[in-house]
């Protein structure tokens, strides 16, 4: 089964920091731009950070500053660190992969175009 598989998720405190991590199953994920998106209770589907296949990241405005995204190619898997967490952060957090060419337009790319997606990781940020 062609998936990707997000971890790392959990409860925090206001302040703290979490690193999520997705890898792909059945799939290598190097030939991907990998995007992560998250969803909060009653909310849409938003774009966090995207990571192109040569390493260029790019944030949305809401985590600039607090959330970094990376890629170990050695180990297949992407991350992302989570720092200063507020409880607006609160929110399922899905990966998502989608061709190469995409990667420059992934802020505003319909989510039908993402090839694989994992089934998303809670984060709750709680005091």
């Known amino acids: 089964q062609l998936q990707l598989v997000e971890s790392g998720g959990g409860l925090v405190q206001p302040g703290g920091s979490l690193r999520l991590s997705c890898v792909a199953s059945?799939?290598?994920?190097?030939?991907?731009?990998i995007v992560w998106f998250r969803q909060a209770p009653g909310k849409e589907r938003d774009g966090v950070a995207c990571?192109?296949?040569?390493?260029?990241?790019n944030d949305a405005d809401s985590v600039k500053g607090g959330f970094t995204i990376s890629r170990d190619n050695a180990k297949h898997t992407v991350y992302l660190q989570m720092n200063s967490l507020k409880p607006d952060d609160t929110a399922v957090y899905y990966c998502?992969?989608?061709?190469?060419?995409?990667?420059?337009?992934?802020?505003?790319?319909?989510?039908?175009?993402?090839?694989?997606w994992g089934q998303g990781t809670q984060v709750t940020v709680s005091s």
């Open positions: 990571i192109s296949i040569s390493g260029s990241t």
């Open positions: 059945g799939f290598t994920l190097d030939y991907y731009a």
């Open positions: 998502a992969a989608v061709r190469p060419h995409y990667a420059s337009s992934w802020s505003t790319l319909d989510v039908s175009e993402y090839d694989y």
